[in-house]
Structures are given as C-alpha cells and as structure tokens.
C-alpha cells in the first residue's frame, strides 16, 4: 500500500490555491478598474447600505448577482443602466448619431440615464433621494421594467 503524505497540507490545498488565484484576479481587477480609465466615465457606482462603493466579489454569488439574480431581465436592464449601454437616446448618440436621440417624453434633448432616473415622466418617480443605493435602484427597475429595455422587447 502506498501513502502520499503532503509536505505542507495546509499551504498546499486545493481550495486555498483557487482562493489566492480569486484573490489575486480581483486585485489586479480592482487596481486596473479603479485607478485608470478602462472604468469609463459612463460606469454608474452604487453604494451598499454601509455606504461604501460596491467592489466585485466571488464569495457567495458577489454582492450584485444576489440582489437581481432571480430574474434575467431584471439582471440585463441592471447591466445595461450600470454601464449606460442602454437604448436610449444617450447611447444612440455616441454609436449611431443619425437615429432620434431626444427623449420620448418630449421634455428633454437628449434621453439620459440621468434624465430617466431624476426627471422624465415616463417613469415611476420611485428613485429616492439616496441615489446612488444598490437598493433603490433595483427598485427603481423593479417599478420601471422598460426603463432601460428595448421598445420592442418583451418584458
């Protein structure tokens, strides 16, 4: 009979090997998002209810995918107004500047991100004064299923 015995079994486990590669991946995601300009100026921040800027996570589904993870459409509009690629007038604008980009509400030149969440009629005024909470912004889609969807989609 043979027995592999581990010089350092506790250094060397499997788990703890994919926990440090997790580790290290966020790190260099964190520094590289937050300290240049892939992030983008369009990328919308949005506080936990300590108020501190929500960071990407692996440990039990991240701090994201379990607030809006039980419903993809819920989940999509959410990606789509965190990074503002929206079809909305805003979006149309950078990409396809010869299609209509005021906002349908007729009150506003350019439809926004900022004009939907604080001051277009089309929508429920759900969007507290607290907002940049992760809270009420998933309510704020929850109340507003098309905010942030497609005109035909089917929601």
């Known amino acids: 009979m043979f027995n592999l015995i581990p010089l350092c079994p506790c250094k060397n486990s499997w788990?703890?090997?994919?926990?440090?590669?997790?580790d290290d991946i966020l790190n260099i995601w964190k520094i590289t998002f937050q300290a240049s300009?892939?992030?983008g100026n369009q990328f919308l921040d949005?506080?936990?209810?300590?108020n501190n800027i929500i960071e990407p996570s692996y440990i039990k589904g991240?701090?994201?995918?379990?607030?809006?993870?039980?419903?993809n459409s819920l989940c999509v509009c959410a990606t789509r107004a965190i990074t503002n690629h929206a079809p909305i007038?805003?979006?149309?604008l950078r990409f396809f500047p010869r299609e209509e980009f005021k906002c349908p509400c007729g009150r506003y030149p350019i439809?926004?991100?900022?004009?939907?969440?604080?001051?277009?009629?089309?929508?429920n005024g759900y969007w507290n004064p607290?907002?940049?909470?992760?809270?009420?912004?998933i309510m704020f889609l929850a109340f507003n299923?098309?905010?942030?969807?497609?005109?035909?989609?089917?929601?």
């Open 37 to 39: 300009n892939f992030k």
């Open 62 to 71: 991240g701090l994201w995918l379990k607030v809006f993870g039980h419903s």
């Open 89 to 92: 007038g805003e979006y149309r």
């Open 46 to 50: 949005l506080l936990d209810d300590d």
């Open 130 to 137: 607290r907002r940049d909470s992760l809270n009420y912004f």
């Open 145 to 155: 299923p098309r905010a942030f969807s497609f005109p035909n989609q089917i929601i």
């Open 15 to 22: 788990d703890l090997s994919k926990k440090c590669e997790s």
């Open 111 to 123: 439809e926004s991100r900022h004009h939907i969440f604080h001051e277009c009629g089309r929508f």
